[in-house]
């Protein structure tokens, strides 16, 4: 056996004692500056010198307890040796100097000790920093040390009303708990009759939890596992994908210890596992009937099954996860391929959401897309339309964050001949158009120089370009009264008015100035022309 030093730091003069296996003593002491320990060897008969108190060493160790029975108690008459005297001297010396604990909270054992003597005592004292106040420990709790009030009735009555109080507010909390419980009484019973319905629709015949075990082995209860082969099929294994199980095992007992017997299961039952937690399922039609096999002590049953569909393609269950067991019927006329998984699966038709025939006859239907997003640089929630037989898709998209919301298109949007209503503002880009068909007719730009913000095309020679519709000067129908007329040839285009001109700001066209100015008649006579 080693040589066992104390533990370290060492301190320069420790002194060590050791009863060696040949009956004789050694005895170390520990020198510092050479970190060394000298030893000496001697009987515990040993008398060859006088020894006297400057030739006693202490001993810096605790009594052992395993072969010296030792506890502080207040008769010194259990001790026997000189190191179990000193230690009994310097805890009793302690124990009768109790120190006051000063702490913010009332303290489980006496902090400044170590030793029985953790042990709180009738009369040690706590300072409670936190209420700046003084207990003292009595038979097992502390009790505060303050003079009793000067109005001590006053006191109880006032202590009398705060625990009627007290008993008030319980009694509150407790019909609240109960109002509580029977509300949940109530979920609880609505979530039995949901599960009732369902299993109206596509009736289970079994139910349980268990865990898997990628080991292969069912023995212990509530285990499970999945083999890539049928039953009875020799080199198969045990596996996690969903996609390759052929097979499932089960053992009797679930992680409830309820006891499950598959017999009732029949070839074409649907099989479904859910990994509890997560959105990762997997679904299979039963092959053949259940088989029931014991191993030692242990009974399991085994399902052949056919794959029929997962989350995604790598779908894993993985070893030790809890997965929920349910067996159903299919529903009439339908197969596994027609359920619809409420995450992450795919469908294929149409899907029409009917509540017309709701008993109120006043009834909403609502498809709500709900996202997140910490700005609009994103659509918060997007509906993605594609063609089979096109590589282009369009998204109807909505953007939201604080006070700015709108929808979004990718694509073109035709009306289809039909209006558009309720408008506040219609804002386009730079260099967009409002046209007819697919030719331009007004065109909207930021506007310089030479571009004019807002321009109205031509549409050719013989047409209008634009007419602003009034009542022409002596008739009361309405028509063109002001338009832009594209002539042929190189002549140039016309402004037309028919409107009234009798004031310093009506328009004045060439008609109307012909009109105010005098005939004149030129004649020659002589060689010169005269004008009248």
Not at 58 to 85: C, S, Y
Not at 204 to 217: K, Q
Request: net charge negative; charged share 25%; hydrophobic share 30%.
């Amino acid at each position: 056996m080693a040589f066992e030093y104390p533990p370290k730091p060492w301190r320069d003069g420790q002194t060590l004692r050791r009863d060696m296996s040949d009956g004789t003593v050694l005895i170390g002491q520990y020198d510092l500056t050479k970190n060394l320990w000298h030893f000496a060897r001697t009987t515990p008969d040993a008398s060859s010198r006088i020894v006297t108190t400057a030739d006693v060493f202490t001993l810096n160790e605790r009594p052992d307890t395993g072969t010296n029975p030792f506890n502080l108690t207040d008769e010194p008459g259990t001790v026997v040796t000189q190191q179990e005297a000193n230690w009994w001297l310097f805890e009793d010396l302690a124990k009768r100097q109790r120190k006051v604990v000063v702490q913010d909270s009332a303290p489980p054992n006496h902090p400044l000790y170590n030793t029985i003597e953790a042990t709180f005592i009738d009369g040690d004292l706590w300072y409670d920093t936190s209420l700046l106040e003084m207990f003292i420990y009595w038979q097992g709790a502390w009790f505060p040390t303050s003079a009793p009030p000067a109005d001590y009735d006053l006191e109880i009555e006032q202590f009398q009303y705060g625990l009627n109080r007290l008993q008030e507010l319980l009694d509150e909390i407790y019909l609240k708990n109960v109002q509580q419980d029977e509300r949940l009484d109530d979920i609880n019973n609505a979530i039995i009759e949901l599960e009732e319905e369902i299993d109206a629709l596509a009736p289970s015949t079994e139910r349980g939890a268990w865990r898997l075990n990628l080991v292969g082995s069912v023995g212990q209860p509530g285990q499970f596992t999945m083999y890539d082969g049928a039953f009875g099929v020799p080199d198969i294994g045990p596996i996690g994908k969903v996609k390759e199980v052929e097979s499932i095992w089960f053992n009797e007992l679930d992680s409830d210890n309820t006891p499950h017997g598959f017999a009732g299961v029949e070839e074409g039952d649907l099989l479904e596992l859910f990994v509890d937690g997560s959105p990762e399922y997997g679904l299979w039609s039963v092959v053949g009937t259940p088989h029931y096999e014991t191993a030692g002590p242990a009974s399991f049953w085994v399902i052949d099954v056919n794959f029929q569909r997962t989350l995604e393609d790598n779908t894993t269950f993985g070893p030790g996860e809890l997965c929920r067991l349910k067996i159903f019927k299919a529903p009439e006329g339908g197969n596994a391929s027609e359920f619809v998984r409420k995450t992450g699966d795919t469908m294929s038709g149409d899907l029409a959401i009917d509540k017309s025939n709701d008993p109120s006859a006043d009834v909403e239907v609502k498809l709500e897309l709900k996202g997140s997003r910490p700005s609009t640089s994103d659509s918060a929630a997007t509906i993605k339309f594609t063609n089979d037989q096109s590589t282009t898709s369009g998204f109807l998209s909505y953007r939201s964050y604080g006070a700015a919301s709108w929808f979004g298109f990718n694509q073109d949007v035709d009306l289809g001949n039909n209006g558009l209503h309720s408008v506040a503002q219609i804002r386009m880009q730079s260099g967009g158009y409002i046209g007819s068909g697919t030719s331009q007719r007004i065109k909207v730009r930021s506007g310089n120089t030479n571009d004019a913000g807002t321009e109205i095309q031509r549409p050719g020679d013989g047409k209008r370009t634009f007419a602003i519709k009034g009542k022409a000067a002596g008739t009361s129908s309405t028509s063109d009264f002001f338009w832009a007329y594209g002539n042929s040839g190189s002549g140039g285009d016309a402004i037309n008015y028919t409107g009234k001109t009798t004031e310093d700001n009506h328009i004045a066209t060439k008609k109307y100035v012909d009109s105010k100015l005098p005939t004149y008649t030129i004649t020659k006579s002589g060689g010169n022309y005269y004008v009248s």
